[in-house]
């Protein structure tokens, strides 16, 4: 029997449930309140050059991400490219993230950079979580590395990421991190990271092709008002260009947009989700005539800058002869300089990129842009895995996810193409 399936957010994790859905046979409508399908891994012009508003890598270890690539026959635009880590401290840069980078980082004891080396190790090795689960990752991070490693290492990431949320963040979050990176490397000195040629674009533009292809609707500038139901069970979605029927709705947008739209949960389920923090965005592109550094990413650890790094993307996806380079603002939103302007928040970005490198000028910049987000980050706090709901809520046929449902995993296109898979898969007429 064919189910009508809606689904709100066009996102990977939304595009995947739409076609997961329509692949089995349901009657699909996906609705997205942008003009543009793809979420975080929609595409902008910059300056002639399409780009991706929020930076995405592919690690060896996405396995949704490739198996999708392939049924949907575009396996061969996937691209591997060598990459390396630098890290800014005391006003140089240096190499980062292999054991002789470490051992010669001039900044930290011997013992501290011993300290540091079998913990990553161990990081990367370690298959099991619920171990670390309920501590903090300052707490696990000065177990294993010391005050010493913490101070100069991570605690400048941590507090220009999180905040006032800094000293609990979950371990089990931070570990995943770190081992989705240090197991694609292919050697110990090296980094293996791969994109999709044509950007995320590629990817987003093939999903929304199969899904119309095989009969199912996409709904664009078509915001989610209010998901309905009647007696326990969902009936449809409403919006601003008429009210879409459903069997089953499958919902991907942040949790803290949830309250409004969906009336008829109880309230301790609406409490559960205006439970969980978030940390929002101001992501800053550049497009400059010269490089910054030779790294595909550095962090930063100095006092008087106010980032927790760059990622230089075109180390890694080649844009010709020009240079693109990501500076995420992580901040609460009720930071003063999530209301700055786009052009302080470049202007200071770019004097910070000078620091880097003294040699980079105004001229060399063609072009920057800024994408605000106000739900960036989930905040994932020691425990957190008690703390999330179940995917399939009290109102019969609704399913509902974030990205904080993939925790300990971080968000990602893989973890997004993979769980919406599943939640296509648990729709049954």
């Known amino acids: 029997m064919i189910a009508r399936v809606v689904v709100i957010g066009s996102g990977a994790m939304g595009l995947s449930a739409a076609y997961h859905a329509v692949k089995a046979g349901h009657t699909v409508e996906l609705v997205e309140g942008s003009p543009e399908p793809g979420g975080m891994a929609a595409h902008f012009d910059l300056a002639g050059l399409s780009t991706e508003r929020f930076y995405h890598f592919v690690c060896n270890t996405d396995f949704a991400t490739f198996d999708l690539m392939k049924e949907l026959g575009i396996w061969d635009k996937m691209r591997w490219h060598v990459t390396t880590m630098g890290v800014f401290s005391n006003n140089k840069l240096f190499p980062w993230g292999n054991p002789i980078a470490l051992l010669t980082y001039p900044h930290l004891s011997l013992i501290a950079r011993l300290r540091y080396a079998l913990f990553a190790f161990v990081s990367v090795k370690r298959d099991r979580w619920d171990s670390i689960e309920t501590e903090s990752a300052k707490n696990w991070i000065l177990r294993w590395c010391g005050q010493e490693a913490y101070d100069k290492l991570w605690e400048p ?38 994109y999709i040629e044509g950007g995320s674009q590629t990817l987003v533009d093939t999903l929304t092709s199969a899904i119309e292809r095989l009969g199912g609707k996409i709904r664009l500038s078509s915001l989610a008002i209010k998901v309905t139901s009647e007696n326990g069970r969902v009936t449809g979605v409403e919006t601003p260009n008429g009210f879409v029927p459903a069997d089953f709705v499958i919902c991907t947008v942040p949790t803290p947009l949830l309250g409004n739209m969906i009336p008829d949960l109880p309230a301790e389920w609406r409490a559960r989700y205006d439970a969980i923090e978030n940390i929002g965005i101001c992501c800053l592109v550049f497009k400059l005539k010269k490089a910054v550094t030779p790294h595909f990413w550095v962090n930063i650890s100095e006092p008087d800058i106010e980032i927790p790094g760059v990622v230089e993307f075109s180390n890694l996806r080649k844009v010709g002869d020009d240079h693109v380079v990501y500076v995420p603002y992580y901040m609460p939103i009720t930071h003063p300089k999530f209301s ?27 072009a920057g842009s800024v994408a605000r987000l106000k739900y960036a980050q989930p905040i994932c706090e020691p425990g957190f895995a008690a703390k999330i709901p179940p995917v399939q809520t009290p109102i019969a046929g609704l399913q509902i996810a974030d990205t904080c449902f993939y925790y300990p995993e971080d968000r990602g296109i893989s973890e997004s193409l993979r769980f919406g898979k599943e939640m296509a898969a648990r729709v049954t007429a």
Not at 160 to 176: C, E, G, P, R, V
Not at 340 to 363: C, M, P
Request: net charge positive; no cysteine; glycine share 4%.
């Open 157 to 194: 990431l941590f507090r220009l990421k999180f905040f006032s949320y800094q000293d609990n963040i979950s371990a089990a979050w931070i570990w995943t991190r770190i081992r989705r990176i240090g197991r694609s490397r292919y050697s110990m000195m090296r980094e293996k990271l791969g």
């Open 340 to 366: 700055w302007s786009d052009d302080q928040l470049l202007s200071e970005a770019l004097g910070y990129l000078k620091r880097i490198n003294r040699s980079l000028t105004d001229d060399d910049v063609i």
